[in-house]
């Protein structure tokens, strides 16, 4: 009976072990991806939507986000809702714009080039796609996302964000006027 006993509590640690180790490798990819990606500065255009079950937070917009297809390179094959996306974005007089998408993952960025991996979301036309990075929603402390909304039509509202070899893209701080937002 303690052999069964055993062989039972070893079960319960096993899964609570991998359930733990799998919690544990989502923010160590991301707290990798932070480290090791590259960081870049982009204009967002920001509003203040409030979520009873998620708090206050910021959606964020940005210009690589809708991709008109007769602007860039992209796969003859055109796009589908859900489908995973490369979109290369280079930065061009301070702007960072799209300007080639793949389905397939393209290889080495070039000097100026950073490569993002989104999925394509809503329905696409035939000469544009959006596309979403999960760097659209930057949470804030509660009351905070207000404060932001004022100052939207009279400021410069940025982000930095890292963006890692593999395209998976973080939002660092968000930044007015070149200032970073202070949330204490």
């Not at 072990?17 to 500065?41: D, N």
């Not at 297809?69 to 714009?97: A, C, M, S, Y």
């Amino acid at each position: 009976m303690s052999g069964k006993r055993s062989i039972s509590w070893l079960l319960a640690f096993a899964a609570v072990l991998i359930q733990v180790a799998l919690i544990l490798s989502i923010q160590i990819r991301k707290e990798l991806s932070l480290r090791s990606g590259k960081r870049i500065t982009v204009k967002i255009v920001p509003v203040d939507p409030r979520s009873v079950f998620r708090g206050d937070y910021i959606t964020l917009n940005y210009e690589f986000s809708r991709l008109n297809l007769n602007q860039i390179k992209h796969d003859k094959t055109g796009f589908r809702r859900g489908q995973q996306v490369f979109v290369t974005i280079t930065i061009t007089n301070g702007e960072w714009k799209a300007v080639a998408a793949s389905a397939e993952h393209p290889g080495e960025a070039g000097a100026d080039e950073i490569i993002m991996r989104g999925s394509v979301t809503g329905w696409p036309s035939g000469n544009s796609a959006n596309v979403n990075y999960g760097i659209e929603s930057y949470f804030v402390p509660e009351g905070k996302g207000r404060q932001i909304e004022k100052d939207i039509a009279r400021r410069l509202i940025t982000a930095e964000i890292s963006v890692d070899r593999k395209g998976y893209a973080l939002v660092c701080k968000i930044l007015i006027d070149g200032r970073e937002i202070d949330f204490r």
